[in-house]
C-alpha cells in the first residue's frame, strides 16, 4: 500500500461547500491520517478555473486563499500532504500539449462531464478551447505526478476514464511510461452526489444552493430550514417519502447513531426516525432542527480552525509556494520521461 500514489484537487472559484466535504475531502483526511501511501498531493487547480472564468481572473485570485483555509481547517496537514497550485507547475502545461495530440475533439464532446457542464454554463454555441480540453488537462495533472488513486465525486469518473485511454494510447505508441489510476469514491453511496439545498441534482455554487463549511451557525440554521424536502408531506400526520427527500439524504451523508443521543434520544437510529416520517407523525421543522444540530456539530470545529488559520494569510502562502516546489520537482522527472519517450530530449 505504501507504493500508492494520491492526487486529487479542487478548482479556485469559491469556498468549498459541503459536497466537496462528504464527496472527497472528508475521504482525504481520513487517507492523510492513514498513512498507506508514498505521496498524496492535494492541487488548486488555477489554470482549469480560468477555462470559464478567463474575464475575471481576480475572482481565482482571491479563491486561492479560500481554499487553502477550508482545507487546513478541515484537517489536512501541510507536514503530510502536499497541497500546491497549478500555474506554479509550467511543467504541466506541456504535459497538456503532448496529450492533446492523443485525443479528438469528437471524444472530448462525448465526455458527460464536460457536456454537462457545457450546458450548464451555456457554451453549446461558443465553446472556450480552453475549457473542451479541460479533460485533457486533468490528465496531465494526474500523470505528471504517476498518481495511482484519484479520490474523486461520483461526477469525475467520466475524467478518469478519458485521464486512463490516454496513458493507454500514450504507452502504446511510446512505451511503458504513463500510469492508470484508479478511482477512489466514497463508501457511502449518498456522499457521491450530494444534492443541492433546493433540491436540484447537484450542488452548485453558481446554483445558489450551497452550504458552504465556513458558514456561520446563524446561516446554516436559515439553509438547513428552508431545505426541500417532501412536497406531498403537507400535515405533520401525513406520511412522507424519505427517497428523494434532501434533508433525508443529508442525515445518510452526515448522521451517525451517537447524534441522537446527543440531539433526538426519541429515536435510536436513523431507520427509526424514517420509518416514523414515512407512517406519518414525524414533521419537517423537527427533522430540520435535528439536521441543523448534526451539521453544525460537524462543522463547528471546521469554523474555529479557520478563523485561527486566516489570521495570518502569509503563513497559508507560504506552505503553497513549499507545496508547489515539491510538486514541481515531481512533474519535471514525468516530463524528461515523456519527452526521452517521444524522442523530444535532443541535448
Given at each position: 500500500m505504501k507504493k500508492e500514489i494520491i492526487l486529487t484537487g479542487d478548482r479556485p472559484t469559491g469556498k468549498l461547500h459541503l459536497g466537496h466535504y462528504v464527496g472527497s475531502l472528508r475521504e482525504r483526511v481520513k487517507l492523510q491520517e492513514d498513512g498507506n501511501y508514498k505521496d498524496l498531493l492535494i492541487m488548486i487547480a488555477d489554470m482549469q478555473a480560468l477555462t470559464d472564468n478567463a474575464s475575471n481572473p481576480q475572482k481565482i485570485r482571491n479563491s486561492i486563499l479560500e481554499l487553502a483555509l477550508d482545507y487546513f481547517s478541515c484537517g489536512i496537514d501541510p507536514s503530510k500532504t502536499t497541497v500546491f497550485i497549478q500555474s506554479q507547475v509550467p511543467e504541466l502545461c506541456e504535459l497538456t500539449f503532448y496529450y492533446m495530440n492523443l485525443v479528438t475533439v469528437a471524444r472530448l464532446m462525448r465526455n458527460p462531464t464536460v457536456k454537462s457542464e457545457i450546458q450548464m454554463r451555456n457554451f453549446e454555441k461558443s465553446i472556450p478551447s480552453g475549457f473542451l480540453?479541460?479533460?485533457?488537462?486533468?490528465?496531465?495533472?494526474?500523470?505528471?505526478?504517476?498518481?495511482?488513486?484519484?479520490?474523486?465525486?461520483?461526477?469525475?469518473?467520466?475524467?478518469?476514464?478519458?485521464t486512463n485511454e490516454i496513458v493507454r494510447k500514450f504507452n502504446a505508441l511510446y512505451g511503458e511510461v504513463l500510469v492508470e489510476p484508479k478511482v477512489l469514491l466514497s463508501k457511502n453511496k449518498f456522499c457521491l452526489r450530494l444534492p443541492g439545498t433546493d433540491g436540484k441534482a447537484k450542488m452548485s455554487k453558481s446554483l445558489g444552493n450551497c452550504v458552504y463549511l465556513s458558514d456561520s451557525k446563524e446561516i446554516l440554521k436559515e439553509k438547513v430550514m428552508n431545505m426541500f424536502t417532501d412536497p406531498g408531506h403537507i400535515k405533520v400526520s401525513d406520511p412522507g417519502k424519505v427517497e428523494g427527500n434532501t434533508v433525508f439524504t443529508y442525515l445518510r451523508a452526515f448522521c451517525e447513531d451517537d447524534h441522537f443521543s446527543m440531539f433526538l434520544p426519541d429515536y435510536k437510529n436513523l431507520c427509526e426516525m424514517e420509518e416514523h416520517y414515512k407512517k406519518g407523525g414525524l414533521g419537517d421543522i423537527k427533522v430540520k432542527k435535528f439536521l441543523f444540530e448534526v451539521l453544525d456539530y460537524t462543522l463547528a470545529p471546521i469554523r474555529k480552525k479557520r478563523q485561527e488559520f486566516s489570521k495570518n494569510p502569509e503563513k497559508i502562502y507560504e506552505i503553497l509556494q513549499e507545496g508547489s516546489k515539491k510538486a514541481r520537482i515531481l512533474a519535471q522527472r514525468t516530463l524528461n520521461d515523456v519527452r526521452h519517450a517521444i524522442g523530444l530530449d535532443y541535448f
Amino acid at each position: 500500500m505504501k507504493k500508492e500514489i494520491i492526487l486529487t484537487g479542487d478548482r479556485p472559484t469559491g469556498k468549498l461547500h459541503l459536497g466537496h466535504y462528504v464527496g472527497s475531502l472528508r475521504e482525504r483526511v481520513k487517507l492523510q491520517e492513514d498513512g498507506n501511501y508514498k505521496d498524496l498531493l492535494i492541487m488548486i487547480a488555477d489554470m482549469q478555473a480560468l477555462t470559464d472564468n478567463a474575464s475575471n481572473p481576480q475572482k481565482i485570485r482571491n479563491s486561492i486563499l479560500e481554499l487553502a483555509l477550508d482545507y487546513f481547517s478541515c484537517g489536512i496537514d501541510p507536514s503530510k500532504t502536499t497541497v500546491f497550485i497549478q500555474s506554479q507547475v509550467p511543467e504541466l502545461c506541456e504535459l497538456t500539449f503532448y496529450y492533446m495530440n492523443l485525443v479528438t475533439v469528437a471524444r472530448l464532446m462525448r465526455n458527460p462531464t464536460v457536456k454537462s457542464e457545457i450546458q450548464m454554463r451555456n457554451f453549446e454555441k461558443s465553446i472556450p478551447s480552453g475549457f473542451l480540453n479541460y479533460p485533457v488537462s486533468q490528465a496531465a495533472d494526474i500523470t505528471a505526478f504517476k498518481a495511482t488513486c484519484v479520490p474523486v465525486g461520483e461526477d469525475q469518473i467520466p475524467m478518469l476514464e478519458q485521464t486512463n485511454e490516454i496513458v493507454r494510447k500514450f504507452n502504446a505508441l511510446y512505451g511503458e511510461v504513463l500510469v492508470e489510476p484508479k478511482v477512489l469514491l466514497s463508501k457511502n453511496k449518498f456522499c457521491l452526489r450530494l444534492p443541492g439545498t433546493d433540491g436540484k441534482a447537484k450542488m452548485s455554487k453558481s446554483l445558489g444552493n450551497c452550504v458552504y463549511l465556513s458558514d456561520s451557525k446563524e446561516i446554516l440554521k436559515e439553509k438547513v430550514m428552508n431545505m426541500f424536502t417532501d412536497p406531498g408531506h403537507i400535515k405533520v400526520s401525513d406520511p412522507g417519502k424519505v427517497e428523494g427527500n434532501t434533508v433525508f439524504t443529508y442525515l445518510r451523508a452526515f448522521c451517525e447513531d451517537d447524534h441522537f443521543s446527543m440531539f433526538l434520544p426519541d429515536y435510536k437510529n436513523l431507520c427509526e426516525m424514517e420509518e416514523h416520517y414515512k407512517k406519518g407523525g414525524l414533521g419537517d421543522i423537527k427533522v430540520k432542527k435535528f439536521l441543523f444540530e448534526v451539521l453544525d456539530y460537524t462543522l463547528a470545529p471546521i469554523r474555529k480552525k479557520r478563523q485561527e488559520f486566516s489570521k495570518n494569510p502569509e503563513k497559508i502562502y507560504e506552505i503553497l509556494q513549499e507545496g508547489s516546489k515539491k510538486a514541481r520537482i515531481l512533474a519535471q522527472r514525468t516530463l524528461n520521461d515523456v519527452r526521452h519517450a517521444i524522442g523530444l530530449d535532443y541535448f
